[in-house]
């Protein structure tokens, strides 16, 4: 039976620029701490000038199998990305208008479906989770609820290389992230559901690692007893 430990990449709770094993720490342009105003604890207040969260270890992402797993509060609209690989090609896209939530590759935009359109500008969070298996087939999830999918020719591969915004910092997702999580393994939606649930309530991730979390080795986190 899979645990949250298992396959973990990284994971930050914003409340500084270390991610929990400090192996992706992020350079923080035009973004800040801000004090207990997350979802838990504190969050990466995005400005308004160009502002990007940028590991200095690229997140590996070599199979295109992952789960993303963010908090986030006053949604951009249109073209706005979550996070980014080489050629500004993302998982976690707003389309033009913001009216279409998808993934962004080499051929353009592809929407699940879902309008996240009432979701901009909003002053309460709001969960986003988004899970690939490496064949192109990627399902999302908002607010622990299962919202669309997308299917393509092929997943998309290649280093994370920006969080909350395209990697030339043009286009920033929302005014506040919390609480972000990458695995390279896709969680069931029920999975996503039990973060978003213990999150909403107030817990830290962390609630659900410990006490069987040790520090990752190759491919991430091993659990121990």
Not at 17 to 46: C, H, M, N
Request: charged share 15%; glycine share 14%; aromatic share 12%.
């Amino acid at each position: 039976m899979s645990t949250f430990a298992d396959d973990l990449v990284a994971y930050y709770s914003c409340d500084s620029e270390y991610d929990l094993w400090d192996r992706f720490k992020v350079t923080l342009t035009g973004v800040s701490v801000s004090p207990g105003t997350g979802i838990v604890g504190d969050s990466w207040d995005f400005g308004v000038f160009t502002p990007k969260a940028t590991p200095i270890v690229s997140i590996p992402n070599p199979s295109g199998v992952f789960t993303i797993s963010l908090w986030f509060k006053g949604l951009n609209s249109g073209n706005k990305t979550a996070i980014s690989l080489a050629s500004n090609h993302s998982p976690l896209r707003i389309a033009s208008g913001g009216t279409d939530l998808g993934v962004r590759d080499g051929s353009g935009f592809t929407g699940c479906g879902y309008d996240p359109s009432p979701l901009i500008g909003a002053t309460e969070w709001h969960h986003l989770a988004v899970r690939a298996d490496g064949t192109g087939t990627y399902q999302y999830v908002v607010d622990g609820a299962f919202v669309g999918s997308v299917t393509l020719g092929a997943g998309l591969t290649g280093d994370f290389l920006q969080i909350g915004n395209l990697v030339t910092g043009s286009k920033k997702f929302a005014d506040n992230l919390d609480e972000i999580i990458i695995w390279s393994r896709p969680l069931t939606v029920g999975e996503i559901k039990t973060i978003y649930d213990a999150q909403a309530a107030g817990n830290s991730f962390k609630r659900l690692l410990e006490p069987q979390f040790a520090m990752p080795g190759s491919g991430g986190a091993t659990e121990w007893v």
